[in-house]
């Protein structure tokens, strides 16, 4: 045990990096590859058996890993349950003939599928593009690039994806902040996107606004999202303010929100017992529930082991600057996954403290930003994105040509990331 303890600490934690990744490309389940990134961490750090399951035993207990846990599953019940009742599919069609701008059209397809944290969703708002792709002249290569970028505007800020819900229960930072900070990047995405279609003729995308249709039964349809977000951010509001003590009153919030929700769409799309048991009964849901435990016990794994301590010291001896471990931990895992929650939950147990530990606390938003923006950047080049190679599936789409249409918005995303780092950090020193 010496010999390890004597093995600088980036070196430790950099051969738990390198495993959990291996145990990922291995196609081993995210819940067992972080639990076993754990009892390498303890192992590697000196903590004998019983810390170990101490520790693993207190972060499983604490309200907020099972709010979250709760909160992240309920929104996967929520995304299901409007799939398979077809109130997504209804949505859909009630936005059709809404909107003359062509453009406006071809993204908003994937964009509302977006909304929700649906796995590989782009083929479900994949028909609908190449529907009317097949009125233009888009090549299958640039239809992929379409369904695929726009189904992931949101990812940057909304609250409904849990790797935002996760990053900011790691870096005790408010949901609201986060939201407000970071919605900018969902107009910056549009924009780049629409670069690569800049050009193409797409007077043919669509037949142009159809007068006889009223938006009313398309705001109907999007009633149990706005329910989540307005009542679930507003009871979280009340309750946090109510009770000043109660650690978990804006997730409390949101679990209310998504099972009035959730009882909404069963009721509104009639849908029976064993509808209702195929949505409950996923084993998708149990491995993500099992998924975001084993997250959190790695970081406190991480800080009863006092491993970031360690790192902290070691990354000081090697003078690395703390804006390039923001940039590149969260960039490179999020290229080798190709998974949001994956990055946010390997990197931030890191990054949140390393910040504290070289005081820049008081700077921590900018740092989020950074790492989040440069996370999302190596989830949308990753090969492994489960979203890009089934958009790439279904338009027959050679990887090489929709990588061309990547390169340039994604390099242009991190490019803003990282001014609006330094915007956001002389801010923050300018007006507290």
Not at 250 to 261: D, V, Y
Not at 297 to 319: Q, W, Y
Request: with cysteine.
């Amino acid at each position: 045990m010496s010999i390890i303890l004597n093995i600088p600490a980036i070196v430790r934690i950099l051969i738990v990096f390198v495993l959990v990744l291996i145990a990922i490309r291995k196609n081993v389940s995210l819940g067992n590859a972080f639990f076993l990134g754990a009892i390498l961490t303890g192992v590697l750090f000196g903590l004998t058996p019983d810390s170990m399951l101490r520790s693993a035993a207190a972060s499983i207990v604490m309200p907020k890993t099972l709010a979250l846990a709760v909160v992240v599953t309920l929104i996967l019940v929520l995304s299901s349950s409007m799939e398979l009742g077809g109130h997504m599919e209804r949505l859909l069609d009630n936005f059709r003939g809404l909107v003359i701008n062509p453009r406006l059209n071809l993204a908003m397809f994937p964009a509302l599928i977006g909304l929700l944290p649906m796995p590989g969703g782009t083929v479900f708002s994949a028909p609908m593009v190449k529907e009317m792709g097949n009125r233009s002249k888009l090549r299958p290569d640039q239809l992929s690039f379409i369904n695929y970028w726009y189904r992931h505007i949101w990812e940057y800020w909304w609250p409904l994806y849990p790797g935002i819900l996760l990053s900011v229960t790691l870096a005790d930072i408010d949901l609201w902040t986060i939201m407000m900070v970071m919605w900018p990047f969902t107009i910056v995405a549009v924009s780049l996107g629409s670069i690569s279609v800049k050009g193409i003729d797409l007077k043919h995308v669509t037949e142009g606004r159809d007068k006889s249709r009223s938006a009313k039964p398309f705001f109907k349809e999007l009633i149990p999202i706005l329910m989540v977000i307005f009542i679930g951010l507003g009871v979280g509001m009340i309750l946090s303010r109510t009770f000043p003590g109660f650690c978990i009153a804006k997730e409390m919030g949101l679990i209310i929100a998504l099972i009035l929700s959730i009882a909404y769409v069963w009721f509104r799309n009639g849908m029976n017992g064993n509808k209702i048991r195929e949505v409950v009964i996923s084993p998708h849901l149990l491995k993500m529930f099992y998924m975001v435990i084993a997250i959190l016990v790695f970081k406190g794994m991480l800080e009863d082991s006092h491993a970031v301590a360690a790192i902290s010291r070691g990354f000081a001896e090697f003078s690395v600057p703390l804006i390039l471990i923001t940039v590149a931990l969260p960039l490179i895992v999020g290229g080798i996954t190709g998974i949001t929650i994956a990055f946010v939950g390997s990197t931030f147990p890191i990054i949140v403290p390393l910040v504290h530990s070289m005081g820049e606390s008081s700077f921590m938003l900018a740092y989020v930003i950074l790492a989040l923006v440069s996370g999302f950047v190596g989830v949308l080049l990753s090969p492994l994105h489960l979203c890009l190679l089934l958009s790439n599936q279904y338009f027959k789409a050679p990887f090489g040509r929709v990588y061309r249409h990547l390169i340039l918005p994604c390099i242009s995303l991190f490019a803003t990331g990282f001014v609006y780092f330094f915007f956001v950090r002389w801010m923050i020193s300018r007006f507290g």
